[in-house]
């Protein structure tokens, strides 16, 4: 089970950081990426990391803006969220898979967090 948390009201400009914390399995063993989705609009790819914990992978809209991380002692995955826009506002998921490299496609993904909102005011 994979719980987002974090979520909330921001300014442009402003930051904010959200965790996904893992119960029941062991995030060291899983690819884990965040998405997002605004209302009417489909999921898209943010930020994950490859299976293994070394590579990193951004969506170009978020790049240099936004940084995934892992602390395996706590056995969460964080995403840190600098200089946002009002066209990041969104509900914002949690995934882990355990196969495939397709790490920016939604679909692979096995398990999936509750999602936290995140809104930005322009």
């Known amino acids: 089970q994979l719980q987002a948390s974090g979520g909330g009201l921001v300014q442009a400009g402003g930051s904010r950081r959200l965790s996904c914390a893992a119960s029941g399995r062991t995030f060291s063993s899983y690819a884990v990426g965040w998405f997002r989705q605004a209302p009417g609009k489909g999921r898209e790819f943010v930020a994950a990391?490859?299976?293994?914990?070394?590579?990193?992978y951004y969506a170009d809209s978020v790049k240099g803006r936004f940084t995934i991380s892992r602390d395996n002692a706590k056995n969460t995955v964080s995403l840190q969220m600098n200089s946002l826009k009002p066209g990041d506002t969104a509900v914002y998921y949690c995934?882990?898979?355990?196969?495939?490299?397709?790490?920016?496609?939604?679909?692979?993904?096995?398990?999936w967090g509750q999602g936290t909102q995140v809104t930005v005011s322009s």
């Open positions: 995934a882990a898979r355990r196969l495939g490299t397709s790490y920016r496609d939604y679909t692979g993904y096995d398990y």
């Open positions: 990391f490859s299976w293994s914990g070394g590579n990193t």
